[in-house]
């Protein structure tokens, strides 16, 4: 599908500040001529007092929670949290986020319009109840206590206010543990199914603790025009991290919170002109984040939280220097000083080995066993020789077209290995009366966010991707996630599958295998197992034939039931090196059960930096 070439980026079109009002730019043209679409920046500290007060809020200490301040009023806005009364950039002008567009403009507008798009019958309604029966488990030392609504959690009014709009109701199993251990000022690395909120369940602390800490230190030495964040956020594509500046946007809304997005493969010019503008929570991935350090355009000595999604894939050979780089080569305060949270729905025990070296005295939190997280998805294995694969993906359109209600979309997101092959599927699904769209590495952004926004919006219901699109992105609507090509790691599965059935909905998963994916039969059978999923006999043949047992990337390798998608390695009596599996165990509680051993570790893990990868 061709891109049009209106504009650069999502993120672009979003962040575009819509024209001041007449007042306002009277008021710039008296105090400040020469920047009317620039205001100065003003630190998060000072933009919630009002214009008399003077005073410094208490600093945070590192395990306690600060007492929330004081709702000024704000001209009888009800429910107007955490804003402040006039002040920004001169007294008694607007506030910064009086011109902030409203982040919820989208989704409202798209909400108005799906029933008529998407098949009303697939992924209706958030269903949490899926996850009520889900066990967790918690490691590590003072484990501050869950808490079961968000009315429990001090997280302040404007921020309260962004989860009512949001439509938060109740916060997901990894929130309920999540958002009181980070609140408390404590390191965690968190393991959680896909499609649970993990977002959410960093993006809270740090809105709330940017909201209520203690001054910023914005040193100048580095020059006008470094930005000096209080938070980062990383991820490992592009199109997460719009989406999750696209979510922190919404939580930080009217809230004197600043996120600002930076990606490669988008202008940079852009970027910069927003880090000028100040910026409280920097959202980006590491290799764009590289350069805007050595161009001295930011520094990250006043960084306070540090957040890693997807963190073992950040950890992994294909970023792990540039995230080192980054996080301990740089400015960056030293673990203790500042607050670090790893997430991730999987987290290999050689991966979390390497992580500790970011954390201090932190959390190990468990939330559902990967049966459990991938329950709502229906998996089904086919077996399907090379040759065949493309009729059968026909026939699979064909009759979920027949199914589909009556001129509704469903949409289906079909992972294959290779960049070529995607843009080759793509094509022949286009020549055969299936409109398509394709997403890997070697798509400029722009056909890459078109590629994307085609996609959602169901103009062209199947996406074929590689898996620079497995991870994290949350795309509503996708009722079909197939596996054209299995990956060579059955946590890549894990994530691919995950991009259905997400925030407690169902959804529907097909595998198609053979000869060249026996490496994957153990693991996926156990998989598919562990989720109550009918385990085809064949499978289960291949599954027992000894050499196919395991090896390969096949991380999950060993025996046991219930894991989760991973355990706290400090609890494996053998974690000093090699010892058990990574899994494993029993799914609460006690600290044994570890059998088999782990393949994880021998090489080839996937995505390294000279490796073939889908990946960026
Ligand atoms: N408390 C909540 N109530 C209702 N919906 C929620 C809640 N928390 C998150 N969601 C919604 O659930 C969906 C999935 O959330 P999110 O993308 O954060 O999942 P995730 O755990 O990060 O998944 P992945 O592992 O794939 O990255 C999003 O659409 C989000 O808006």
Redesign the pocket.
Known sequence: MAAPSSHTSWADVADADPAPAPAAVAAAVVNDPPRPDRPSYVPPHLRNRSAGSAAAPPPSSSSSLPPPRAAPDLGGRPGGGMGRVGGFGGGGGPRRWDREPNPFANDEAAAADEPEVFDAHQNTG?N?DAYEDIPVETSGREVPPPVST?AEIDLGEALNEN?RR???????P??RYAIPISLAGRDLMAC??????????FCFPIVSGIMRGPPAQRPQRGGMRTAYPLALILSPTRE?SM?IHE?AKKFSYQTGVRVVVAYGGAPITQQLRELERGVDILVATPGRLVDLLERARVALQSVRFLAL??ADRMLDMGFEPQVRRIVEQMDMPPPGARQTML???TFPKEIQRMASDFLENYIFLAVGRVGSSTDLIAQRVEFVQEADKRSHLMDLLHAQRDGATQGKSTLTLVFVETKRGADSLEHWLCMNGFPATSIHGDRNQQEREYALRSFKSGQTPILVATDVAA????I?HVAHVVNFDLPNDIDDYV?RI??TG???KSGLATAFFNENNSSMARSLAELMQESNQEVPAWLSRYAARPSYGGGGRNRRSGGGSSRFGGRDFRRDSSSGRGGGDYYGGGSSGGAGGYAGSSSYGGGGYGGGAGAPSAWD
């Open positions: 958030i949490f968000f989860i949001c439509k938060y109701v109740r916060p997901t990894v929130q959680a199914q896909t499609g649970s909120g993990k977002t959410a369940a997460l989406q979510e999604d997807e997430f991730s729905a991870r994290g992105l949350d509503p994530h995950g991009r997400r925030a407690g």
